[in-house]
Nanobody, 123 residues
Framework: QVQLVESGGGSVQSGGSLRLSCVAS????????MSWFRQAPGEEREGVAA???????SYADSVKGRFTTSQDNAKNTLYLQMNSLKPEDTAMYYC?????????????????WGKGTLVTVSS
């Protein structure tokens, strides 16, 4: 059974940091490209960060320079380090897996999704 389980969300003040984790199981993690998405209340889900097939990373313009994604294949775990958080970063954060590595920051390219972890940033 495929599972993606996010953790690490919480409430922080503006300027603070959080580290999200996503543990994968039920599929061959190293064969997939992984991404982070977020959805703020009343907004559409958007791509935040992705690890591409060649190991490079992609970021939404809104988080460049503040967020860093990485992974540990030995632990089947994806990470999102979020620094200098802003109130507009408040959202449910999801990790997603892409079998064909064509999705990147595009929601429609993902095959599996986690249930999300909530990040709230207060001013």
């Amino acid at each position: 059974q495929v599972q993606l389980v996010e953790s690490g969300g919480g409430s922080v003040q503006s300027g603070g940091s959080l580290r999200l984790s996503c543990v994968a199981s039920g599929f061959t993690y190293s064969s997939y490209c992984m991404s982070w998405f977020r959805q703020a209340p009343g907004e559409e889900r958007e791509g935040v960060a992705a690890i591409n097939e060649d190991g490079s990373t992609s970021y939404a313009d809104s988080v460049k320079g503040r967020f860093t994604t990485s992974q540990d294949n030995a632990k089947n775990t994806l990470y999102l380090q979020m620094n200098s958080l802003k109130p507009e970063d408040t959202a449910m954060y999801y990790c997603a897996a892409d079998r064909h590595c064509i999705g990147g920051l595009v929601e429609s390219g993902m095959d599996y999704w986690g249930k999300g972890t909530l990040v709230t940033v207060s001013s």
